[in-house]
Protein backbone atom coordinates (compact mmCIF):
# COMPACT_ATOMS: atom_id res chain seq x y z
CA UNK A 1 0.00 0.00 0.00
CA UNK A 2 1.24 2.88 -1.33
CA UNK A 3 -1.05 5.88 0.11
CA UNK A 4 0.09 8.13 2.92
CA UNK A 5 -2.66 8.11 5.54
CA UNK A 6 -3.76 11.34 7.85
CA UNK A 7 -6.14 11.67 10.44
CA UNK A 8 -8.02 15.03 11.64
CA UNK A 9 -9.49 15.26 14.92
CA UNK A 10 -13.16 17.21 15.39
CA UNK A 11 -14.00 18.86 18.14
CA UNK A 12 -15.61 16.50 21.05
CA UNK A 13 -19.34 17.82 21.04
CA UNK A 14 -20.27 15.68 24.37
CA UNK A 15 -17.95 14.07 26.91
CA UNK A 16 -16.72 10.75 25.87
CA UNK A 17 -17.08 11.02 22.19
CA UNK A 18 -15.01 11.76 19.35
CA UNK A 19 -14.67 11.92 15.50
CA UNK A 20 -12.17 12.18 13.42
CA UNK A 21 -11.57 12.64 9.19
CA UNK A 22 -9.72 9.88 7.24
CA UNK A 23 -7.41 11.73 4.92
CA UNK A 24 -5.66 9.72 2.06
CA UNK A 25 -2.78 11.01 0.16
CA UNK A 26 -1.00 10.01 -3.19
CA UNK A 27 2.00 11.84 -5.37
CA UNK A 28 3.78 14.24 -4.25
CA UNK A 29 2.37 17.53 -1.77
CA UNK A 30 2.55 20.85 -3.47
CA UNK A 31 2.62 19.26 -6.89
CA UNK A 32 0.32 19.97 -10.12
CA UNK A 33 -2.36 19.22 -11.12
CA UNK A 34 -3.68 19.23 -7.43
CA UNK A 35 -7.61 16.91 -7.16
CA UNK A 36 -9.35 16.74 -4.38
CA UNK A 37 -12.31 13.66 -4.38
CA UNK A 38 -14.77 13.60 -0.95
CA UNK A 39 -17.84 11.00 -0.71
CA UNK A 40 -20.82 11.09 0.88
CA UNK A 41 -20.92 14.71 2.25
CA UNK A 42 -24.58 13.80 2.25
CA UNK A 43 -24.19 10.96 4.63
CA UNK A 44 -26.44 8.87 3.33
CA UNK A 45 -25.20 8.66 -0.23
CA UNK A 46 -23.11 6.00 -0.61
CA UNK A 47 -22.09 5.26 -4.01
CA UNK A 48 -19.16 8.03 -3.77
CA UNK A 49 -17.81 5.62 -0.92
CA UNK A 50 -17.93 2.64 -3.21
CA UNK A 51 -16.42 4.55 -5.92
CA UNK A 52 -13.53 5.91 -3.82
CA UNK A 53 -13.15 2.57 -1.99
CA UNK A 54 -12.06 1.14 -6.05
CA UNK A 55 -10.31 4.47 -7.07
CA UNK A 56 -8.24 4.39 -3.87
CA UNK A 57 -6.98 0.48 -5.32
CA UNK A 58 -6.11 1.82 -8.83
CA UNK A 59 -4.08 5.29 -7.21
CA UNK A 60 -1.73 3.04 -5.00
CA UNK A 61 -0.74 0.91 -8.48
CA UNK A 62 -0.05 3.92 -10.21
CA UNK A 63 1.72 5.36 -6.97
CA UNK A 64 3.51 2.17 -7.10
CA UNK A 65 4.62 2.54 -10.91
CA UNK A 66 5.72 6.08 -10.39
CA UNK A 67 2.75 7.35 -12.75
CA UNK A 68 1.46 10.12 -10.68
CA UNK A 69 2.24 13.56 -11.39
CA UNK A 70 0.41 15.43 -9.68
CA UNK A 71 -1.24 15.55 -6.08
CA UNK A 72 -4.51 13.71 -5.35
CA UNK A 73 -6.20 14.04 -1.83
CA UNK A 74 -9.18 11.63 -1.08
CA UNK A 75 -11.81 11.49 1.58
CA UNK A 76 -13.60 8.55 1.93
CA UNK A 77 -15.85 9.45 3.86
CA UNK A 78 -16.37 13.44 4.49
CA UNK A 79 -19.02 13.99 6.66
CA UNK A 80 -18.52 11.51 10.17
CA UNK A 81 -21.01 13.97 11.66
CA UNK A 82 -23.67 12.96 9.49
CA UNK A 83 -22.59 8.79 9.49
CA UNK A 84 -23.53 8.98 12.93
CA UNK A 85 -26.73 10.18 12.78
CA UNK A 86 -28.68 6.53 12.85
CA UNK A 87 -32.06 7.36 13.94
CA UNK A 88 -34.39 4.70 14.31
CA UNK A 89 -31.98 2.46 12.56
CA UNK A 90 -31.33 4.81 9.39
CA UNK A 91 -28.75 6.87 9.01
CA UNK A 92 -30.21 10.86 8.64
CA UNK A 93 -27.48 11.95 6.97
CA UNK A 94 -28.67 15.35 4.48
CA UNK A 95 -29.79 17.77 7.44
CA UNK A 96 -27.68 18.63 10.50
CA UNK A 97 -29.28 17.35 13.87
CA UNK A 98 -26.86 19.56 15.72
CA UNK A 99 -25.47 23.42 15.61
CA UNK A 100 -28.32 24.45 14.51
CA UNK A 101 -29.27 22.54 11.53
CA UNK A 102 -29.61 22.99 7.70
CA UNK A 103 -28.57 21.01 4.74
CA UNK A 104 -24.66 19.59 4.79
CA UNK A 105 -23.81 20.92 0.81
CA UNK A 106 -25.37 24.29 1.68
CA UNK A 107 -24.68 28.22 2.92
CA UNK A 108 -21.41 26.77 2.41
CA UNK A 109 -19.44 30.05 3.10
CA UNK A 110 -18.85 32.84 0.40
CA UNK A 111 -14.53 32.92 0.11
CA UNK A 112 -14.70 35.72 -2.96
CA UNK A 113 -15.07 39.06 -0.89
CA UNK A 114 -12.42 37.65 1.30
CA UNK A 115 -10.09 36.65 -1.37
CA UNK A 116 -10.94 39.72 -3.77
CA UNK A 117 -9.60 41.54 -0.54
CA UNK A 118 -6.48 39.92 -0.39
CA UNK A 119 -5.57 40.22 -3.98
CA UNK A 120 -6.82 43.13 -5.21
CA UNK A 121 -3.63 45.19 -5.24
CA UNK A 122 -1.30 41.75 -6.31
CA UNK A 123 -2.71 40.28 -9.48
CA UNK A 124 -1.26 41.61 -12.63
CA UNK A 125 -0.66 39.99 -16.36
CA UNK A 126 1.34 37.34 -15.36
CA UNK A 127 -0.97 33.89 -15.38
CA UNK A 128 1.75 31.73 -12.79
CA UNK A 129 2.18 34.59 -10.26
CA UNK A 130 -1.88 34.79 -10.31
CA UNK A 131 -2.63 31.21 -9.30
CA UNK A 132 -0.02 31.46 -6.80
CA UNK A 133 -1.39 34.58 -5.66
CA UNK A 134 -5.21 33.47 -5.62
CA UNK A 135 -3.97 30.26 -4.44
CA UNK A 136 -2.33 31.61 -1.29
CA UNK A 137 -5.25 34.08 -0.90
CA UNK A 138 -7.95 31.07 -0.64
CA UNK A 139 -6.08 29.16 2.20
CA UNK A 140 -5.21 32.29 3.93
CA UNK A 141 -8.64 33.30 3.99
CA UNK A 142 -10.06 29.85 4.84
CA UNK A 143 -7.39 29.68 7.66
CA UNK A 144 -9.38 32.39 9.26
CA UNK A 145 -12.76 30.95 9.20
CA UNK A 146 -13.81 30.30 12.85
CA UNK A 147 -13.21 26.43 13.97
CA UNK A 148 -15.01 26.61 17.44
CA UNK A 149 -18.31 24.63 16.97
CA UNK A 150 -18.30 20.90 15.30
CA UNK A 151 -19.81 22.26 12.00
CA UNK A 152 -17.55 25.04 11.57
CA UNK A 153 -14.55 22.99 12.67
CA UNK A 154 -15.76 20.19 10.21
CA UNK A 155 -15.83 22.83 7.33
CA UNK A 156 -13.04 24.63 8.17
CA UNK A 157 -11.35 21.02 7.99
CA UNK A 158 -12.37 19.96 4.45
CA UNK A 159 -11.92 23.44 2.81
CA UNK A 160 -8.17 23.21 4.28
CA UNK A 161 -7.96 20.01 2.14
CA UNK A 162 -9.23 21.48 -1.01
CA UNK A 163 -9.84 25.16 -1.65
CA UNK A 164 -6.46 25.42 -3.67
CA UNK A 165 -6.95 22.53 -5.49
CA UNK A 166 -7.03 22.43 -9.87
CA UNK A 167 -9.86 19.93 -9.74
CA UNK A 168 -12.54 19.10 -6.79
CA UNK A 169 -14.98 16.38 -6.70
CA UNK A 170 -17.84 15.97 -4.58
CA UNK A 171 -19.49 12.58 -4.77
CA UNK A 172 -23.30 12.41 -4.41
CA UNK A 173 -26.38 10.66 -5.22
CA UNK A 174 -29.63 11.27 -6.10
CA UNK A 175 -32.89 9.61 -4.47
CA UNK A 176 -33.54 7.06 -7.76
CA UNK A 177 -31.45 8.55 -10.36
CA UNK A 178 -29.51 7.52 -13.79
CA UNK A 179 -25.92 9.70 -13.71
CA UNK A 180 -25.92 13.29 -13.32
CA UNK A 181 -23.29 16.10 -13.06
CA UNK A 182 -23.27 19.91 -11.99
CA UNK A 183 -21.07 22.39 -12.47
CA UNK A 184 -20.07 26.23 -12.98
CA UNK A 185 -21.07 27.14 -16.84
CA UNK A 186 -17.16 28.48 -16.96
CA UNK A 187 -16.46 24.93 -17.02
CA UNK A 188 -18.22 23.53 -19.60
CA UNK A 189 -15.64 22.34 -21.81
CA UNK A 190 -13.97 20.21 -18.82
CA UNK A 191 -17.47 18.72 -17.66
CA UNK A 192 -18.33 17.63 -20.77
CA UNK A 193 -14.91 15.79 -20.89
CA UNK A 194 -15.39 14.61 -17.52
CA UNK A 195 -19.41 13.41 -19.14
CA UNK A 196 -18.34 11.69 -22.12
CA UNK A 197 -15.42 9.86 -19.80
CA UNK A 198 -18.08 8.81 -17.58
CA UNK A 199 -20.93 8.37 -19.70
CA UNK A 200 -22.94 10.57 -18.29
CA UNK A 201 -26.79 11.58 -19.77
CA UNK A 202 -27.48 14.58 -17.71
CA UNK A 203 -25.27 18.09 -17.43
CA UNK A 204 -26.28 20.86 -15.15
CA UNK A 205 -24.21 24.03 -15.44
CA UNK A 206 -25.31 27.33 -13.13
CA UNK A 207 -23.61 30.49 -13.22
CA UNK A 208 -23.08 31.33 -9.55
CA UNK A 209 -23.09 30.80 -5.70
CA UNK A 210 -26.67 29.57 -5.47
CA UNK A 211 -27.86 27.99 -2.53
CA UNK A 212 -24.01 27.84 -1.22
CA UNK A 213 -23.20 23.96 -2.27
CA UNK A 214 -19.32 22.99 -1.54
CA UNK A 215 -18.49 22.67 -5.82
CA UNK A 216 -19.89 26.22 -6.03
CA UNK A 217 -17.27 27.69 -3.01
CA UNK A 218 -14.58 26.52 -5.16
CA UNK A 219 -15.47 27.77 -8.41
CA UNK A 220 -17.05 31.37 -7.45
CA UNK A 221 -14.19 32.89 -6.00
CA UNK A 222 -12.04 32.75 -9.18
CA UNK A 223 -14.93 33.78 -11.33
CA UNK A 224 -16.13 36.74 -8.99
CA UNK A 225 -12.35 38.01 -8.54
CA UNK A 226 -11.56 38.05 -12.50
CA UNK A 227 -14.65 40.20 -13.11
CA UNK A 228 -14.73 42.61 -10.18
CA UNK A 229 -10.95 43.24 -11.40
CA UNK A 230 -11.80 43.30 -14.94
CA UNK A 231 -9.15 41.00 -15.46
CA UNK A 232 -9.51 38.71 -18.59
CA UNK A 233 -9.27 34.42 -18.62
CA UNK A 234 -5.76 34.52 -20.11
CA UNK A 235 -4.53 36.44 -16.76
CA UNK A 236 -6.66 34.36 -14.52
CA UNK A 237 -8.51 31.63 -15.51
CA UNK A 238 -11.42 29.31 -13.10
CA UNK A 239 -8.37 27.86 -12.05
CA UNK A 240 -10.24 25.45 -10.21
CA UNK A 241 -12.98 23.09 -11.67
CA UNK A 242 -15.27 21.76 -9.07
CA UNK A 243 -18.00 19.41 -10.11
CA UNK A 244 -20.66 17.61 -8.06
CA UNK A 245 -21.03 14.49 -9.56
CA UNK A 246 -24.71 12.13 -8.52
CA UNK A 247 -23.54 8.90 -8.68
CA UNK A 248 -27.34 7.19 -9.73
CA UNK A 249 -29.15 6.62 -6.42
CA UNK A 250 -28.86 6.21 -3.43
CA UNK A 251 -29.23 2.19 -3.74
CA UNK A 252 -26.71 1.71 -6.64
CA UNK A 253 -23.98 0.63 -4.60
CA UNK A 254 -21.97 -1.90 -5.41
CA UNK A 255 -18.66 -4.03 -7.29
CA UNK A 256 -19.66 -3.43 -10.40
CA UNK A 257 -20.74 0.48 -10.34
CA UNK A 258 -17.93 1.21 -8.32
CA UNK A 259 -15.51 -0.03 -10.31
CA UNK A 260 -16.71 1.30 -13.29
CA UNK A 261 -17.27 4.35 -12.19
CA UNK A 262 -13.52 4.66 -10.52
CA UNK A 263 -12.12 3.13 -14.07
CA UNK A 264 -13.83 6.23 -15.85
CA UNK A 265 -12.78 8.59 -13.21
CA UNK A 266 -9.47 7.31 -13.24
CA UNK A 267 -8.98 7.17 -17.20
CA UNK A 268 -10.48 10.87 -16.75
CA UNK A 269 -7.11 11.91 -14.46
CA UNK A 270 -4.63 10.90 -17.39
CA UNK A 271 -6.57 12.34 -19.42
CA UNK A 272 -6.05 15.53 -17.43
CA UNK A 273 -2.28 14.91 -16.55
CA UNK A 274 -2.54 14.02 -13.41
CA UNK A 275 -1.39 11.06 -14.09
CA UNK A 276 0.93 9.32 -16.75
CA UNK A 277 -0.17 7.45 -19.54
CA UNK A 278 -2.39 7.06 -22.37
CA UNK A 279 -6.31 7.67 -21.87
CA UNK A 280 -7.61 6.69 -24.96
CA UNK A 281 -10.09 8.39 -27.48
CA UNK A 282 -12.95 10.65 -25.73
CA UNK A 283 -15.88 8.25 -25.78
CA UNK A 284 -18.83 10.34 -27.40
CA UNK A 285 -21.04 12.72 -25.68
CA UNK A 286 -24.64 11.26 -24.20
CA UNK A 287 -26.32 14.34 -24.04
CA UNK A 288 -25.82 18.79 -24.38
CA UNK A 289 -25.44 20.46 -21.05
CA UNK A 290 -28.56 22.06 -19.36
CA UNK A 291 -29.13 25.29 -17.73
CA UNK A 292 -30.76 24.65 -14.20
CA UNK A 293 -33.33 26.62 -15.45
CA UNK A 294 -33.82 24.48 -17.64
CA UNK A 295 -34.29 21.40 -15.19
CA UNK A 296 -37.97 20.68 -13.89
CA UNK A 297 -38.21 19.21 -10.22
CA UNK A 298 -42.04 19.09 -10.61
CA UNK A 299 -43.60 18.59 -7.36
CA UNK A 300 -47.10 17.05 -5.84
CA UNK A 301 -49.66 18.89 -6.54
CA UNK A 302 -51.30 17.27 -3.53
CA UNK A 303 -50.65 14.87 -0.95
CA UNK A 304 -51.20 11.44 -1.77
CA UNK A 305 -50.07 8.05 -3.14
CA UNK A 306 -47.86 7.72 -6.15
CA UNK A 307 -48.39 5.69 -9.41
CA UNK A 308 -45.96 6.54 -11.92
CA UNK A 309 -47.07 6.59 -14.92
CA UNK A 310 -43.41 7.07 -16.67
CA UNK A 311 -40.01 5.10 -15.53
CA UNK A 312 -36.97 6.64 -14.63
CA UNK A 313 -34.79 6.82 -17.91
CA UNK A 314 -37.62 7.35 -20.27
CA UNK A 315 -38.31 10.19 -22.71
CA UNK A 316 -40.91 12.68 -21.91
CA UNK A 317 -42.49 14.89 -23.90
CA UNK A 318 -44.66 18.47 -22.53
CA UNK A 319 -48.21 16.93 -21.51
CA UNK A 320 -46.99 13.24 -21.12
CA UNK A 321 -48.54 12.04 -18.03
CA UNK A 322 -46.02 11.58 -15.97
CA UNK A 323 -48.19 9.88 -12.43
CA UNK A 324 -51.28 10.24 -10.54
CA UNK A 325 -51.61 11.00 -7.18
CA UNK A 326 -54.21 9.30 -5.45
CA UNK A 327 -56.08 10.21 -2.29
CA UNK A 328 -56.52 7.58 -0.40
CA UNK A 329 -58.95 8.70 2.11
CA UNK A 330 -61.86 9.87 -0.92
CA UNK A 331 -64.48 6.97 -1.44
CA UNK A 332 -65.35 7.77 -4.71
CA UNK A 333 -62.53 6.23 -6.83
CA UNK A 334 -63.54 7.97 -9.80
CA UNK A 335 -62.35 11.32 -8.22
CA UNK A 336 -59.27 9.78 -6.34
CA UNK A 337 -56.74 10.47 -8.57
CA UNK A 338 -55.34 13.77 -9.55
CA UNK A 339 -52.99 13.65 -12.63
CA UNK A 340 -49.77 15.30 -13.33
CA UNK A 341 -48.65 16.31 -16.28
CA UNK A 342 -44.90 16.98 -17.72
CA UNK A 343 -44.08 20.59 -18.25
CA UNK A 344 -40.96 19.85 -19.84
CA UNK A 345 -39.52 17.52 -22.45
CA UNK A 346 -36.36 15.89 -21.65
CA UNK A 347 -35.06 12.93 -19.95
CA UNK A 348 -36.52 11.49 -16.58
CA UNK A 349 -33.69 11.29 -14.29
CA UNK A 350 -34.54 11.22 -10.95
CA UNK A 351 -37.26 10.70 -8.66
CA UNK A 352 -38.69 10.40 -5.36
CA UNK A 353 -37.50 7.14 -3.56
CA UNK A 354 -40.67 7.70 -1.53
CA UNK A 355 -44.00 6.68 -2.96
CA UNK A 356 -46.32 8.85 -1.01
CA UNK A 357 -45.69 12.41 -0.83
CA UNK A 358 -46.58 15.61 0.63
CA UNK A 359 -47.68 19.01 -1.61
CA UNK A 360 -45.08 20.37 -2.73
CA UNK A 361 -42.59 17.37 -2.86
CA UNK A 362 -40.09 17.23 -5.49
CA UNK A 363 -41.28 14.41 -7.11
CA UNK A 364 -39.11 13.96 -9.80
CA UNK A 365 -36.03 15.69 -12.32
CA UNK A 366 -36.86 15.95 -16.14
CA UNK A 367 -33.66 17.63 -17.48
CA UNK A 368 -34.48 19.94 -20.95
CA UNK A 369 -32.90 22.31 -22.65
CA UNK A 370 -35.33 25.30 -23.09
CA UNK A 371 -35.34 27.36 -20.05
CA UNK A 372 -38.41 27.14 -17.58
CA UNK A 373 -40.98 30.52 -16.75
CA UNK A 374 -41.33 28.27 -13.27
CA UNK A 375 -37.90 27.82 -12.57
CA UNK A 376 -36.48 30.99 -12.86
CA UNK A 377 -35.48 33.04 -9.89
CA UNK A 378 -36.41 30.22 -7.56
CA UNK A 379 -34.11 27.80 -5.59
CA UNK A 380 -32.31 26.14 -8.35
CA UNK A 381 -31.45 22.97 -6.01
CA UNK A 382 -33.11 20.85 -4.21
CA UNK A 383 -33.33 21.20 -0.24
ZN1 LIG B 1 -26.03 14.89 -2.02
Redesign the pocket.
Known amino acids: MSRKTETIPLPATSPGTSRHLTVWRWGTPGARPKVYFQS???AD?WPGIMASHHLSALLDKAEARGEIQGEIIMLPYANPVGLSQSVNDRVLG?FRLADGGGN??RDWPDLSPAVLEAVRDKLGNNRDENLNIMRKALLEVVSKLPEESEKDAHRKALLGLSVDSDYVF?L???WEAMLHLYSHAEHEDITMELACDMGVPVVMLDTGLVGGPFDETHANPWVTVRKELGLNKDALPPACFST?V?LRGQCDVSDELGSLDAANMYRFLIRRGVISGDADDLPKALCKPSPLDAIDMFTAPREGLIAWKKQLGDIIEVGDLLAELIDITEPDLSKARTPVYAQQSGLLFAVHTDRLVRPGTIMGKISGHEPLAHRQGAQLLSN
Open positions: ALHERFNDHCDTE
